[in-house]
């Protein structure tokens, strides 16, 4: 099975950018849709963004369309999030995520393997 370790995240002003990492070990990291989910105090934890093997098919949650771009590279075991125009409430821990499913949906109990996450923390 794959392990997944997120980087990347820190402290940012509203209207900033930041871009978070996910590196995979274990498995072959090509056999893995990614995503990434999001968790606010309090807040259940919601769907950001995911991507399919190939890295051609993305699909993102509401929230953050037209400012988050989800990424992957094969051959470094990477997926990445580049998020813009950040704001206040994008503020919550943010979770890397693989399945060995073709499903991408919102629900992350279609998703099998978790990293610990990185917190995100949007100033205003």
């Known amino acids: 099975q794959v392990q997944l370790v997120e980087s990347g995240g820190g402290l940012v002003q509203d209207g900033g950018s930041l871009r978070l990492s996910c590196a995979a070990s274990?498995?072959?990291?090509?056999?893995?849709?990614m995503g990434w989910f999001r968790q606010a105090p309090g807040k259940e934890r919601e769907f950001v963004a995911a991507i399919g093997r190939n890295g051609y098919f993305r699909n993102y949650g509401d929230s953050v369309k037209g400012r988050f771009t989800v990424s992957r590279d094969n051959a470094k075991n990477t997926v990445s999030l580049q998020m813009n125009s950040l704001k206040p409430e994008d503020t919550a821990v943010y979770y890397c995520t693989g399945s060995l499913g073709l499903r991408m949906g919102d629900a992350p109990t279609e998703y099998s393997y978790w990293g610990r996450g990185t917190q995100v923390t949007v100033s205003s």
């Open positions: 274990g498995g072959t990291f090509s056999r893995y849709s």
